[in-house]
């Protein structure tokens, strides 16, 4: 069953059709080589025979005339009978049975025939027309005949020899007499020729049998070779579309797209898939890319891609900036690899294309991510160092502030029991025993505020309205002759604050910005403004003063950092500890000759009422 399939297939295929066709040709071929062979034979047959039958009758009326002219010349008795052609003839015919391949006749003109009249209408007209002929010839026929085909030769007989014509004029008395090169008559020989047409009709048939077999072998040979190699050709093609239709899908559904560049690195095609048609163009045909990239490439990276284009290497990730048809900036990212012929010769690049800049954003989002993670670290890292350092600081503190209290009470007891003494005696040590009392005060102050300091303590909010609560704490400051305090308020909002906490924040900030202007020659002002943006408080303590200097700025809010001769450096620092407890922050801004300006944000009550929200 599964031959007849294959055989079905291949008589289906277009091999198979061909050798329909083949066989078609052939068939026609073998029947002419048979035919021409059979037309041959009969023409050879006709050729030779005719020319073979004519010299055979020539002699013979050679030997007749030759005879009777030997007759008439030694006085024979009687002539030669004018029947002796046909009588010979007869009994040559008789000798030789009816059945012989060869019969001999001798016939008459017709109308005038001495003994032999023509057999039949054939040999009449062809007997008639010699006669009528001034120079008759022998003609040779095929002829069918009702006792089958014969090759037929007539010879015409003419009289050459007066005893030939006195014998048949007496023969003919009272007949219109015969003459001198008269046609007396005609030799006639019938060859029968069945059999040879038989055998040549078997002989061209198996010609064009063996010729056909032969042919469709030949055919059928180089057929089925065909049809193998249209097989495996189709099934490679086959193959190699399903491959390609593999590779278009793939680049169809990829947002990648893929680019063939010359020997002379410029583009001859693009593949394109997903959205890159916006990207690539037709335009961009028959150009390098140089001449079609225009954005995001450094000096320096063209340098690079070129070095790897000149020595034939592949590269990767080569990164450019286009703009597309809507005016939108995209970042692109290529990969690919030179191409060698056979004989090792470049002949180009391949590679990808692809539209990174989801990428990218994603990247610098993680980036920024990173940093923010990083800056959190860096922020725990260093409250845990605050807060370790502020640990072993409030240790410290503490032991200082036991052991030295205790020499300043006995101290301060000693001082009033000398001021007692003094007065008793009416003695005057009021100076000296003043810096005694004023110094012991300092120091008590130091530990106090050392304490604060390494001692955080919880906060008691409370909403206040900042602008009647600053105006309050403003009230109460005595500040140096000559020092205007301005204040600029604009917040028109609440606040949740420790009072207190922050009480000690706006002191500290006036305070140092009265210390700082104390000795300019400038107008000496300090401005406290407050603003609400928003969801946030801002105040700011702006003064007049020299400014702080650029190299010292970032380390004011460093514990124990201090530029005065007095002090602790602890205050901004104290200042900074209580607004970040706050949740808040402040910035400070200064430059030197200018002025310092301190400004802190909060969130307003509002706020926080509406994230709890």
Request: glycine share 6%; with cysteine; hydrophobic share 45%.
């Amino acid at each position: 069953m599964k031959g007849v399939v294959r055989w079905a297939h291949f008589l289906g295929s277009r091999a198979g059709q061909s050798f329909i066709l083949f066989l078609c040709a052939a068939q026609l071929l073998a029947a002419g080589a048979g035919y021409g062979l059979y037309v041959a034979s009969v023409n050879w047959f006709e050729e030779h025979k005719s020319a073979e039958k004519i010299t055979a009758l020539r002699l013979v009326d050679a030997f007749v005339n030759e005879y009777s002219n030997l007759r008439a010349k030694m006085g024979a008795n009687a002539p030669v009978p004018a029947t002796f052609r046909a009588d010979a003839i007869a009994a040559f015919n008789k000798a030789h049975g009816e059945a012989e391949a060869l019969r001999l006749l001798w016939v008459g003109v017709p109308g005038r025939e001495i003994k032999t009249p023509p057999l039949d209408a054939a040999m009449v007209a062809t007997i008639s027309s010699l006669a009528a002929s001034t120079s008759p010839q022998p003609v040779s026929q095929l002829l069918d005949l009702p006792g089958g085909r014969v090759f037929r030769t007539i010879y015409p007989s003419v009289a050459r020899e007066q005893s030939c014509i006195d014998c048949h004029n007496q023969l003919q008395a009272g007949r219109a007499p015969w003459h001198l090169n008269d046609m007396m008559g005609a030799f006639v020989i019938d060859v029968p020729m069945s059999a040879f047409i038989r055998t040549s009709i078997w002989q061209a048939v198996g010609l064009a049998i063996a010729l056909f077999l032969a042919l469709a072998a030949i055919g059928l040979f180089f057929a089925v070779d065909l049809y193998h190699k249209a097989v495996e050709r189709d099934e490679a093609e086959a193959r190699l579309a399903e491959s390609e239709a593999r590779f278009r899908d793939f680049a169809e559904a990829t947002s990648d797209w893929f680019w063939e560049q010359d020997e002379n690195l410029r583009f001859i095609g693009f593949l394109r898939g997903g959205q890159a048609e916006q990207i690539t163009s037709a335009d961009d045909l028959g150009k390098t890319r140089r001449e079609t990239v225009k954005l995001g490439v450094t000096e320096e990276q063209w340098a690079a891609h070129d070095a790897d284009l000149a020595a034939r290497r592949p590269f990767h990730n080569f990164r450019f900036q286009r703009e597309l048809p809507n005016d939108r900036i995209i970042h692109v990212s290529i990969s690919g690899k030179p191409v060698f012929d056979a004989k090792g010769k470049f002949r180009g690049y391949r590679g990808t294309g692809r539209d990174v800049t989801a990428e990218l954003a994603v990247e610098v989002e993680l980036q920024r991510r990173v940093e923010e993670r990083t800056a959190a670290l860096k922020a725990a890292q260093g409250d845990l160092l605050r807060k370790e350092r502020l640990s072993a600081l409030g240790q410290l503190t503490a032991t200082m502030a036991h052991e030295l209290r205790n020499p300043l009470s006995a101290i301060r007891n000693t001082l009033f029991a000398v001021k007692e003494t003094a007065n008793a005696k009416d003695m005057s040590f009021d100076r000296p025993l003043g810096r005694i009392e004023r110094s012991v005060e300092r120091c008590d102050r130091i530990i106090s505020d050392l304490l604060d300091y390494t001692r955080i303590k919880a906060l008691h909010r409370a909403e206040v309205a900042p602008d009647a609560w600053l105006d309050e704490i403003l009230s109460e400051q005595r500040l140096a002759e000559g020092i205007t305090l301005e204040r600029k308020f604009g917040a028109d909002c609440t606040i949740e604050i420790d009072a207190e906490q922050m009480r000690r924040v706006v002191i500290n900030l006036v305070e140092n910005a009265a210390q700082a202007i104390a000795d300019t020659a400038r107008e000496r002002r300090i401005t406290v403004s407050t603003a609400r943006a928003g969801g946030t408080f801002e105040m700011a303590v702006e003064d007049t003063g020299s400014g702080i200097a650029s190299d010292i700025l970032p380390k004011v809010f460093e514990p124990l950092f201090s530029t005065k001769s007095f002090g602790t450096g602890l205050g901004l620092p104290v200042v900074k500890q209580i607004v970040e407890q706050h949740g808040g922050s402040i910035a400070i801004a200064s430059e030197p000759g200018k002025g310092t300006r301190v400004s802190i944000k909060l969130q307003t009550a509002v706020k926080k009422k509406e994230i709890a929200a």
